[in-house]
């Protein structure tokens, strides 16, 4: 399980295309998520860590968005992302690890999460609580997806609960929204919580 926390593990998974759980589209609820901010929101600083192949950001370009920052520790997502949009700011295209970034440089409106929670070793989920308060501005926002699922496995995606995702983010966060997603892909009908959160005062 160790390995999840390296680089080169997920460069040969990208590698050899064998990322499981990508759905190869923009997720449903996160579309819709973006489809109704205000046209305000374009300017926002935005962060998607472990973003992948980043279909959510791409979306978010596509839309105007215009202050989009990806994050991943694995070069291939990222420049086969750049390969995609090749207007897309290099400079907010990142290979660095998450819990690496620094909260002196780095400050975010809100962040959106896509199976980068899932992906990381269990382990590290308070960690990560922690580092997203840090680079979230004053109440900033964490909005997305987390797999309500137990998947009974040893190697990625890690699922968890409803309930275990209360008691860790309520350390940092007040929890707006942490509810069943009710237009899911299909084959995650059930499976996923829908999240948005504010950093605490």
Known sequence: MESVNQAGF??????????GWDMGQISPPLKSYIDQLPEAAKNQ??????????YEVGYLH??????????DFAPAPIRDFAER???????KLICDD????SAEQHQFDWVLEQTFFCAINPA???EYVQQMARLLKPRGKLVGLLFDKDFGRQ????????EEYQQRFTTHFDIDIMEMSYNSHPARQGSELFIKMRVKD
């Open 10 to 19: 997920w460069q040969q998974r990208y590698e050899q295309d064998s990322i």
């Open 45 to 54: 600083a935005i962060l998607v860590p472990g973003a992948g192949n980043a």
């Open 62 to 71: 596509e839309q105007g968005f215009t202050n989009v920052t990806l994050v």
């Open 85 to 91: 949009y090749l207007d897309f700011p290099t400079d």
């Open 98 to 101: 998450f819990f690496d970034l």
């Open 124 to 126: 590290r989920r308070d």
């Open 155 to 162: 190697e990625p995606p890690f699922g968890g609960t409803k």
